[in-house]
């Protein structure tokens, strides 16, 4: 089974801080992937990334800067100099390419509010 | 280009009536699914279609929750006999094709609200 963790609920930061969202995973298999997603108050689910099993590289794009790192299982999310547009629930989520894995299992999510 | 819709955005409902959602898919894209999200909580999975291949149907919470999928396009999620915890926001998603490595992009989601 495949499972994915958001310990922080509720991140609070004010303006222009960074700020990093943690997450952790568990699989059993050895080629998966995984996405962070933002979700705002309007409610739909927008795509921020894709990382592959098999890239450990690090991605940077904007203020936005992804670390995967496959000895500790995480896959962490930061935002650098925060705005209050970043103000959303962001959830990391995993899939695999083996049977009933193929559906994205989501975390439970971080409501991240930047205050002003 | 034209992402995922969902019809309708809202449907409030009377416990034990049925209810249609529907799902229009980005086109290209053939591979769909639902998921549903209660308040405050992450996304469930319920059902996923790829291509002509049998749905995987692991994720229906009971025998009242249905889906059909016509070909690569529209797809259905029916819900029969409403009870109350049926109340949430239910996602439709695609992507290029189901094998998990390609990301999924969902709709706006129809928010149900069973009284």
């Known amino acids: 089974a495949q499972k994915v963790t958001q310990a922080q609920t509720e991140i609070s930061v004010v303006e222009k801080e960074d700020v990093t969202l943690d997450c952790v995973y568990e699989t059993r298999d050895t080629t998966y992937y995984l996405f962070w997603y933002k979700q705002p108050p309007s409610g739909e689910l927008v795509f921020l990334i894709r990382r592959n099993s098999f890239d450990e590289q690090n991605e940077i794009s904007g203020r936005y800067s992804w670390n995967f790192q496959k000895s500790t299982s995480s896959f962490n999310f930061t935002i650098t100099a925060s705005q209050v547009v970043d103000s959303a629930v962001y959830f990391c989520a995993l899939s695999s390419s083996s049977g009933s894995a193929r559906q994205l299992t989501f975390g439970s999510g971080t409501q991240l509010t930047v205050l002003p | 280009g034209a992402g995922v819709s969902q019809s309708p955005s809202n449907k409030v409902t009377e416990k034990g009536k049925d209810v249609e959602l529907r799902c229009d898919p980005i086109?290209?894209?053939?591979?769909l699914y639902w998921y549903r999200q209660r308040l405050g909580q992450g996304l469930e999975f319920l059902i996923y279609?790829?291509?002509?291949?049998?749905?995987?149907k692991s994720g229906l919470p009971s025998d009242r929750f249905s889906a059909e999928r016509t070909g690569e396009s529209v797809s259905t999620l029916t819900i029969q006999r409403t009870q109350q915890e049926d109340s949430a926001v239910y996602l439709c998603?695609?992507?290029?094709?189901?094998?998990?490595?390609?990301?999924?992009?969902f709709g706006p989601g129809t928010r149900l609200t069973v009284t």
């Open positions: 279609f790829q291509g002509n291949s049998a749905p995987d």
């Open positions: 998603a695609s992507s290029l094709e189901g094998s998990g490595r390609y990301e999924q992009y």
């Open positions: 086109s290209g894209h053939t591979a």
